[in-house]
């Protein structure tokens, strides 16, 4: 490498850069593929609760920020 020039150094320094940089950004689109997997998974699960969960007829949805705690 001592036979190189200052411009073929700086050149091989961003080819590093570059590489790293794109194994970084694939290794990152894996994590995003797989979060969005397991946020489809749970929106779907969260779905199927609220399609098992029994209500009673006419019930109103509560919030439960609305009620009070027992110590008040």
Not at 4 to 27: C, F
């Amino acid at each position: 490498m001592e036979d190189e020039s200052p411009v073929e150094h700086r050149l091989t320094e961003l080819e590093i850069k570059a590489s790293y940089a794109e194994d970084l950004l694939d290794r990152l689109n894996d994590i995003v593929v797989r979060q969005q997997a397991q946020i489809d998974l749970l929106l779907r699960e969260v779905a199927q609760l609220r399609r098992d969960r029994p209500e009673p007829d006419g019930a109103v949805m509560r919030n439960l920020r609305d009620e009070l705690p027992p110590h008040y």
